[in-house]
Every structure is written in structure tokens, then in C-alpha cells.
């Protein structure tokens, strides 16, 4: 697929903006793992996301995390050219959750692409408004929401992604996702265990009750 | 003072660009306490504020509130503009806390200065990544901070918007900013007394150890 596929607003740019594109844009592999970003480094550009999954989270000084929002196929990461905003002052980190593939586009293309095209500006506000919303939406969720609640949304949301209901993940990763610590996960996955939502073995948890979770995470 | 003095990139408008804003821009009085945006109603323009102090905050759907940012003199009201971005999908409230006065750029105005001006759309761009930065600011101080630091770096605040070791403020109040209960606000605030960092009375609370506060906000 070329990136005439991926780039939203390819039909509103001109004839020499898409050969700009074509020609300096590229393709590349980030295997699961990878830290893409680590707080405020690392500007390499625009990424179009042509398979795979990342995570974009914050990160305190005492190596505690909290996942701010995953970007899926298609989604583009705009932190990854935040460098292009001087009014960004965050550290935002972003990692690949699996083997990736993206499109990158270059910091000095996008840029200019900015500079020049209308389009691509008020496109960009937009991705920013969406960024901004999944952020929002997790203050909420950190500000009026119990964190038994934002487990059960947290194994649905990681349900959907796996395509299953055995979740191969630890303890230590949710709390991470939850900004929270690792024992506090442990008691109130054993609490759903108890309620016979979720079944827990080593490295795994399995969903047993799937319209209870939603149940409790609304 | 005309709004050629107050909108940030004037110098790179067109004339033709110029005169719109001039001639459909207006000014407008806010009264301490008055509610301009709630949640997502309301939506007529860009605000530029000329005296005063708003407030940007968000609501649960008990009562609960948290404040997101100050606008003070100069400041832009970007969200008094939401509607424009499809993309910004949550609820947001303004109220001014002060006397206010505010330029007001109707809604059809900016936006299509925004549609027809790349400088217009890209400095767009520049505001949504200052608040967007202000909510990552406080997102991280919920997540890593404890509450009575978060307290003292409030009453430090408080204490230069006011320019005065006297704020006139309820814990109530406080606890609305800070997104917490009244009951642990007083609690805190009982604690600093206790600490000799401050003298508390009816209505008020007046800081005695400013240096002892902002250790404690560090």
C-alpha cells in the first residue's frame, strides 16, 4: 500500500505536495518492545501507522507509568513531530506494544508541508483535538472514577485489542496502564476473582464473565 | 486598546484579514461569576481577554469540579471556539472569576480566517498545544503529586494572582480547583496551621510562612 492510502488528507494537497510526500517519505519496522520516543527526545517526524500498535504514556520520576492512549492501524502519532510545536511542553513517551510497521514522514517534510498548506494545518489541529480528547477523557476517568471501575474498562479494552478473553499480561503492565501500583492490581484482580468475573494463573488473566466486567466498568 | 494590539500574530494577516477582524470583532463585559461555557454549549468565538481572570474547568456528574487553567490578561479562549474542531470531543466549562473584559472574535469570523490563512491556522495550532500542555501539567501533578503539595503550590498561586498574603477564598472553593472533597481540604489546611505556615479564619486564609509553603509545593 502506498502512503497515498494512509494519508487522510491526500486528496486536498496539490500535485507537487504529494510528490514531495511520495518521494521522502518511508517505510519502517518497529518490533514490539521498541521505545520510539522517550520523554521529550527523539523527533524523527509524522508516523502513519500501517500495522500494529503503540502506546503513548507519561512517566514519573520514580519510573512509575501511566498509558495516555494507544494508536492502532491508521492512526497517525503526532508526538513523535512535537518538536514542530513550541507550545508542547510535555515529556510524552511512545512505545511499540507490537511488532509495527509505519510510514515516516520526515520532521522537515511535515513541516513544510504545514507551513504551505492550509489543509495540512487545520488537519493537524484536528489530530491535536483528538489527542487532546483522549486525554481528557482519561482525567475524567482518573478524577471520578474508582480504579475498580477503570480495571474492568482495562480488561474489555485489552479484550478487544487481543481478540480474545485470555489476557497475557502481568500484573506490574496493568498497573502501569493504570498508573497505578502493581499490588493495588493484584487485590482487585483477586476481588473479581472472587465475584467469579476472572479466572487468574500465572501470566494470564482469563475473562470468565464478560457482562459482569462491563457491568462494573460502566 | 484596539484588537490589533491584542491578537498575538496581527503582523502576519493580509489587509483584507485585517479588516474583518476589525470590523465584526466586538467588546464584551463579563461580571465576576458569570458562567461563559457550560460544558459544551456556547460556542461564539475566539476570546481575547483584555482584563480579568477566567477559569477553565471540568465537572463530574455529581458536582465535583477540577480547574484546568487560569486565563489571565492577553490569554486566548480557545474553547469558547470548540465547535470549530470536530476532533475535541469532551466537556469543558469557563467562568470568570473576576471582572472581565474580553474581545470577542465571532465564531464565523475565525473560522474562516483559519480556513483561508495558513499563519491563522498554524498559531490555532500553537493554542491548542498551550492548554494541551496545561492539562498534561496537571494530569502529572494527580498522578505524582501528593494533595497537600498540590494545596501549597495553589495557595502560592492564589497568593500572586491576588498579589496579596490574604486570600479571600472558602475551602470549598479550594477543594472545586483542586478536585477534591471540602472535608480534606480543611483537613490539609488544619495541618498546615498546625505547621505554622498559615492563620486561618472565616472566609479566609492568610499565609504567614511563604518560604515553609513553598518547600512543602517543591
Redesign the interface.
Known amino acids: 500500500m502506498e502512503i497515498s492510502e494512509y494519508f487522510p488528507i491526500w486528496n486536498r494537497l496539490t500535485e507537487a505536495e504529494r510528490t514531495m510526500l511520495t518521494e521522502h517519505s518511508f517505510i519502517k519496522q518497529i518490533p514490539a518492545g521498541t521505545v520510539i520516543r522517550d520523554g521529550h527526545s527523539d523527533c524523527m517526524g509524522l508516523l502513519l501507522l500501517r500495522s500494529g500498535q503503540l502506546r503513548a504514556y507519561?512517566a514519573?520520576?520514580?519510573g512509575?507509568e501511566?498509558t495516555l492512549y494507544r494508536l492502532l492501524e491508521r492512526d497517525i502519532c503526532l508526538f513523535s513531530a512535537s518538536c514542530m510545536?513550541?507550545?508542547?511542553?510535555?515529556d510524552?513517551s511512545v512505545a511499540a506494544e507490537k511488532d509495527s510497521e509505519v510510514w515516516v514522514i520526515p520532521l522537515d517534510v511535515y513541516q513544510s508541508l504545514?507551513?504551505?498548506?492550509?489543509a495540512v494545518?487545520?488537519y493537524?489541529?484536528?489530530?491535536?483535538?483528538?489527542?487532546?480528547?483522549e486525554?481528557?477523557?482519561?482525567?475524567?476517568q482518573?478524577?471520578?472514577k474508582s480504579l475498580d471501575k477503570r480495571l474492568a474498562a482495562f480488561l474489555l479494552e485489552e479484550s478487544g485489542l487481543e481478540n480474545s478473553t485470555v489476557l497475557k499480561c502481568t500484573h506490574e503492565q496493568i498497573a502501569s496502564h493504570l498508573?497505578t501500583a502493581r499490588e493495588v492490581v493484584t487485590r482487585l484482580l483477586r476481588y473479581f476473582r472472587s465475584e467469579g468475573l476472572v479466572r487468574l494463573s500465572r501470566g494470564s488473566i482469563e475473562i470468565v464473565d464478560e457482562k459482569g466486567i462491563m457491568r462494573l466498568a460502566e
Open positions: 507519561i514519573s520520576e520514580e512509575r501511566i510545536f513550541r507550545s508542547l511542553q510535555f510524552l504545514t507551513e504551505s498548506s492550509v494545518a487545520n493537524t489541529n484536528e489530530l491535536m483535538g483528538s489527542r487532546f480528547s486525554v481528557m477523557w482519561l482525567i475524567e482518573i478524577m471520578w498508573g
